[in-house]
């Protein structure tokens, strides 16, 4: 009987220091939205900071160019001024939702500044935003550039 009354208090006792999740709200299309603008806005002033934070340590960048970049690389081609952001307007977005993943597509108008040289482009992107730790941050840009 004292074997089991002791394995139900350690069953119980186990239960009850299990670690308890805080409840994430869930995720709409609004919150990716407003996400991705807000990184734009740090792409277009330069804010490296915030860009740091919405960029994930595993961020694959795949440019129209077919140039494919890690974090630590986009973000020296932003910071040595090899490649400038000027405008970014998006357009046709979509969100779709999966758990802590979210897929953002769309169309956008890009001007930019690439070693120096002024150029527009039409893209058709595809984004992967995954939320780790309650923060969202982008771990996948893919784009094609338009006729």
Do not use: C
Request: charge should be positive; hydrophobic fraction near 45%; glycine fraction near 6%.
């Amino acid at each position: 009987m004292s074997r089991r009354l002791f394995a139900l208090g350690a069953l119980l006792a186990g239960v009850l220091i299990l670690p308890v999740q805080a409840a994430r709200p869930p995720a709409d299309a609004a919150t990716i939205l407003r996400v991705e603008q807000e990184r734009v806005a740090a792409l277009v002033n330069d804010d490296f900071a915030a860009l740091d934070r919405l960029l994930a340590a595993d961020l694959t960048y795949a440019h129209s160019s077919t140039l494919l970049e890690s974090k630590v690389e986009y973000l020296a081609s932003l910071r040595t001024g090899k490649l400038k952001y000027t405008s970014v307007v998006h357009e046709s977005q979509q969100v779709r939702l999966y758990g802590d993943t979210a897929v953002l597509t769309g169309l956008s108008t890009v001007q930019a500044l690439s070693h120096g040289k002024p150029g527009t482009v039409k893209l058709r992107f595809l984004i992967v935003y995954v939320q780790r730790r309650g923060q969202w941050a982008m771990v996948a840009w893919q784009s094609t550039r338009l006729p």
